[in-house]
């Protein structure tokens, strides 16, 4: 599996000084067996592990952390990846963010920089709104 392959959780073991998640790709793939093509899914078995003495006493939380260095829920990894532009910006700040516009208009203390899904509008070099 690569970085970034969408899974399902279908299983979780927790054993003596390991925890075990069984996953499963949300996609499917070609795969040809004995000259034959069809759709399967990769599996895998994610292995922490964590030795006896931390399992002992952990809790959920503490476990969390050390499986989140691996595997994210899509929801944290979308707010993780989310491009905000805020009033008062420059436009400096702004092609930071978002890199550089497809289009840019200059019409003096008025600016505009045009992206394939908004428009920023720029008054004195600060975002004034988005569009």
């Not at 895998?44 to 959920?60: H, P, R």
């Not at 910006?89 to 505009?112: H, M, S, Y």
């Amino acid at each position: 599996m690569k970085v970034g392959y969408k899974v399902y959780l279908f299983k979780i073991e927790a054993k003596d000084d390991q925890v075990r998640y069984f996953i499963i790709t949300c996609d499917t793939y070609d795969v040809n067996v004995h000259g034959s093509t069809r759709q399967t899914r990769y599996k895998a078995l994610l292995s922490f592990e964590l030795g006896k003495d931390f399992l002992e006493t952990a809790n959920a939380d503490s476990v969390k952390k050390v499986v989140d260095t691996v595997i994210a829920p899509e929801a944290e990894v979308k707010a993780a990846n989310t491009k905000s532009v805020e009033l008062g910006q420059t436009p400096e700040q702004v092609e930071a963010i978002l890199g550089r516009p497809d289009k840019t208009v200059n019409l003096g203390t008025k600016k505009f920089y045009v992206y394939k899904d908004m428009k920023i509008v720029f008054v004195d070099d600060k975002v004034a709104d988005v569009q």
